[in-house]
């Protein structure tokens, strides 16, 4: 795979039909990031980037453990099928 067809099938992926499901859960992802950035009291701004980003990780490792636990249980029936 060239660098090129990377960058095609990357701007392909953009302008697929999954990122209108993913814009309808980004801004939830974004408060909860900020809400609890903000709720760093006391910590200063490089107290509330770091829970910020522990948090954004926190959730994104949570997707990811989800889809793929759905994916691994999908496993099976698309072997069978």
């Known amino acids: 795979m060239t660098g090129s067809d990377a960058f095609f099938g990357a701007v392909g992926n953009y302008f697929s039909v999954w990122i209108f499901c993913l814009m309808q859960i980004i ?6 990031i900020v809400g609890f950035a903000l709720g760093a009291d006391g910590k200063g701004a490089a107290g ?3 829970q910020g980003i522990f948090v954004a990780l926190l959730s994104l490792l949570g997707f990811i453990l989800i889809f793929v636990a759905m994916g691994v249980s999908g496993a099976p029936v698309a072997a069978w099928l």
């Open 48 to 50: 509330a980037a770091k």
């Open 27 to 32: 801004p939830f992802f974004l408060a909860l």
